[in-house]
Each structure stands twice: as structure tokens, then as C-alpha cells.
């Protein structure tokens, strides 16, 4: 799997939009990005992935750029919920079934 | 629906003492995948499961670790002579492996500390 760089850290207003980017300069024609988050003391939680076009879902909203080469996940209205650790993850489908993890991004949402 | 579970929450043991770390995963999931946390870090992979065997287990790091899945469904992972090195959470995750799209669904994870 490709690897991809996250800004280690980033705070954010509460109620505001977050946005969370990602460089994933080598991935491949056959690798998805793929969003999880990790809130303090629980497992990973899925967010939203993608191919090349852009997606939405009752989450986030991820953002990818015509290259491909990199990515960015919004978070519209943030909520003092989505402090958590934000692992952006580049995979191939249909084989090489692990998810390779980063150290991801740290966001704090302010009050 | 019930989720991943994992079991004990938290395991505290001596050093070479033998462990077992128990997950229940979606049912229904076929794929089960073990990775392990160390602090600070992301989760790293250990193992993945396709029904009842071991599809990819190149996360290993040795032969202290092993893990099973008898029947499809729970699956223990066992660590022998365990080193304060391998103090880590252990997280478990299951997936219905369907499509092209595989979303991983994670258990809160095993805290293991070595004494």
C-alpha cells in the first residue's frame, strides 16, 4: 500500500468546518482512500472512502484531487465528539487486505 | 446490531507468562483481522483471517504469537513467554469482505501490560 502524510497535529472551532489533508503522492490507479478515525481509548472507527471522485456521507465529506495525489476530509460542523486521532489510508481492493496505518492526525476541537 | 467484542478489557501478566486474548467478531463477518497499538503509534497488522484459516498472518512478529479461528467466528490470539515488549492494546476487526469495498469494523481492544 501506498504511503500518505498527515500534518501530525490540528485544532479546530467547535461548530466550525474541519478540514483534515492528506498527501498520498504514489498511490496507485487500483487504491482507494479510505478515512478512520480513533477516539481516546476505543478501536478505529470507519469514516468514508473513495476512488476519485469526491463523496459524501451522514459524516464527513472527502475531498480528492483530479491527481489523486492527495485528499481532504471535512468534518462540516465540528462537534467537541470529533477530537480524536485521523488515520488517512491508501489500499488496493480486492487483495492485500490489511490496513496500513500512519500516526494520522490529531485534531482537537476547540470550545 | 452487536459489535466487535474483545475479551479481557484490560490483561495485566508477568513476564513469560502465557496469554489468551478472545474476539468475537460481527456475525456474519467472515474476515477477522488481529493488529496491535503500541502507544503514540497507529495500529499495526498482525494477522487476517478468510473463514476458518489464516489468509495473511506477515504481521506476526514471531513465534510467540499465534492465533486461531476453529469455526469461522471467534478467534483467540495467543502469545507465549510474553516480553514487556509486547505490551500493547490489541485490536480486533471483522468485515464481510463483500465487493471491492471491505470496511473494517474494530473491537474497543485488549490492554495488555507486561510486568
Known amino acids: 500500500d501506498a504511503k500518505t502524510t498527515q500534518p501530525p497535529s490540528m485544532d479546530c472551532a467547535e461548530g466550525r468546518a474541519a478540514n483534515l489533508p492528506c498527501n498520498h503522492s504514489?498511490?496507485?490507479?487500483?487504491?482507494?482512500v479510505y478515512w478512520y478515525r480513533q477516539i481516546h481509548s476505543q478501536g478505529p472507527q470507519y469514516i468514508i472512502h473513495?476512488?476519485?471522485n469526491n463523496e459524501t456521507n451522514e459524516m464527513a465529506s472527502l475531498i480528492i484531487t483530479e491527481d489523486r495525489k492527495s485528499s481532504t476530509l471535512i468534518l462540516p460542523h465540528a462537534t467537541l465528539r470529533d477530537t480524536a486521532v485521523y488515520y488517512c489510508?491508501?489500499?488496493?481492493?480486492?487483495?492485500?487486505?490489511?490496513?496500513?496505518f500512519g500516526t494520522g492526525t490529531r485534531l482537537t476541537i476547540i470550545p | 446490531g452487536a459489535g466487535v467484542s474483545q475479551t479481557p478489557s484490560n490483561k495485566v501478566t508477568e513476564k513469560g507468562k502465557y496469554v489468551e486474548l478472545r474476539c468475537d467478531p460481527i456475525?456474519?463477518?467472515?474476515?477477522l483481522y488481529w493488529y496491535r497499538q503500541s502507544l503514540g503509534q497507529g495500529p499495526e497488522f498482525l494477522i487476517y483471517?478468510?473463514?476458518?484459516?489464516?489468509?495473511?498472518d506477515s504481521g506476526l512478529p514471531n513465534d510467540r504469537f499465534f492465533a486461531v479461528r476453529p469455526e469461522g467466528s471467534v478467534s483467540t490470539l495467543k502469545i507465549q513467554r510474553t516480553e514487556r515488549g509486547d505490551s500493547a492494546v490489541y485490536l480486533c476487526?471483522?468485515?464481510?469482505?463483500?465487493?471491492?469495498?471491505?470496511?473494517?469494523?474494530f473491537g474497543p481492544g485488549t490492554r495488555l501490560t507486561v510486568l
Open positions: 476487526a471483522s468485515s464481510t469482505l463483500a465487493g471491492e469495498v471491505d470496511t473494517q469494523y
Open positions: 473513495g476512488l476519485k
Open positions: 456475525s456474519g463477518h467472515t474476515a
Open positions: 504514489t498511490i496507485s490507479g487500483n487504491e482507494y
Open positions: 483471517f478468510q473463514g476458518t484459516g489464516a489468509a495473511d
Open positions: 489510508i491508501v489500499r488496493a481492493f480486492f487483495g492485500n487486505e490489511k490496513l496500513t
